[in-house]
């Protein structure tokens, strides 16, 4: 089951960032960005990666997303510098619509954009979109690899605990060894 109704596609403002749903124009500077970081990004991102290997795969991707916007599937923001325009990464939230209703964020930066913390900014507006009017989620995970300390310390600095995963099934079980698994639950009077 997907939303009812879509979010309308309003940007999200932050202090130095505008978060927004990608835009056709957006192709270029999409596929720029994840073609200068693809070995970077392929670990965390492969499907992502191998879907955008040319600007006519960025431009696929782009229409998949809005579409994805539209049935409440996926809703990618791309990340962009408000005082530059320059195109910094994305953030995704992908909601379960079953009760308790929750969303997976997922995101990533250009390497020359990390270590400004905006990560962190981005991050922190995913989560209030996330517990907003439209998903109404009732707690937002995300995922890390081991071996990524700015994305842990990302996590823990917006809020998000680590969790302990149930044990997966023999044939899945070695297939996210170094993964770290977080959590975030609305702040309640807040």
């Keep these: 089951m997907y939303a009812a109704s879509p979010p309308p596609l309003t940007p999200i403002s932050t202090v130095r960032l505008t978060l927004r749903p990608y835009e056709p124009t957006d192709e270029e500077a999409f596929f720029t960005v994840l073609d200068q970081n693809r070995s970077r990004l392929a670990p965390a991102f492969p499907n992502r990666v ?20 539209q049935t409440g599937r996926l809703y990618v923001f791309g990340i962009w510098h408000r005082k530059t325009g320059v195109y910094l990464g994305d953030i995704s939230l992908r ?21 400004y913390g905006y990560a962190r900014e981005a991050l922190a507006a995913a989560v209030t979109f996330g517990f907003g009017q439209y998903l109404e989620a009732q707690y937002l995970t995300l995922r890390c690899r081991r071996n990524n300390p700015r994305s842990i ?31 975030i639950d609305p702040v309640v009077g807040l």
């Design 50 to 69: 191998a879907a955008v290997q040319t600007i006519a795969g960025a431009a696929r991707t782009l229409t998949q997303f809005k579409q994805d916007w």
């Design 153 to 183: 310390a990302v996590a823990k600095a917006v809020g998000f605990q680590p969790v302990v995963t149930k044990r997966r099934l023999w044939p899945l079980r070695d297939k996210e060894p170094d993964i770290v698994h977080f959590r």
């Design 95 to 115: 909601p379960s619509w079953q009760l308790p209703r929750s969303a997976e964020i997922g995101y990533y930066l250009a390497a020359e954009a990390e270590g």
